[in-house]
């Protein structure tokens, strides 16, 4: 019984130890390097020009004026978010 405490009470020490140490803070140009990564393409904001309704009633009036389809997406989340 002993032993198994001694070698838990060395383990949590261990991995506490890790905890206190304060990690590097990035340069601006490593900050800058991995904003370049994940900014979007202009190619992949095409959608942000789709002039996008929000009121169903009026979506439904275009798409039949223009004898088109609608595109209905509904979620209980931030559009952007999980969904």
């Known amino acids: 019984m002993k032993r198994v405490a001694v070698m838990t009470g060395l383990l949590l020490s261990g991995a506490l ?3 206190a140490e304060t990690p590097e803070r990035p340069t601006p140009q490593e900050l800058e390097k991995k904003a370049a ?3 979007p393409r202009p190619d992949e904001l095409k959608w942000q020009h ?3 309704l929000t009121d169903v009633a009026e979506a439904v009036r275009l798409a039949k004026q223009e ?3 609608i595109f209905l997406w ?3 989340d931030e ?3 999980r969904c």
């Open 79 to 81: 559009p952007l978010e």
């Open 67 to 69: 004898q088109r389809p």
């Open 50 to 52: 789709i002039p996008w």
């Open 37 to 39: 990564i994940i900014k």
């Open 74 to 76: 509904a979620t209980t």
């Open 17 to 19: 130890s890790g905890w």
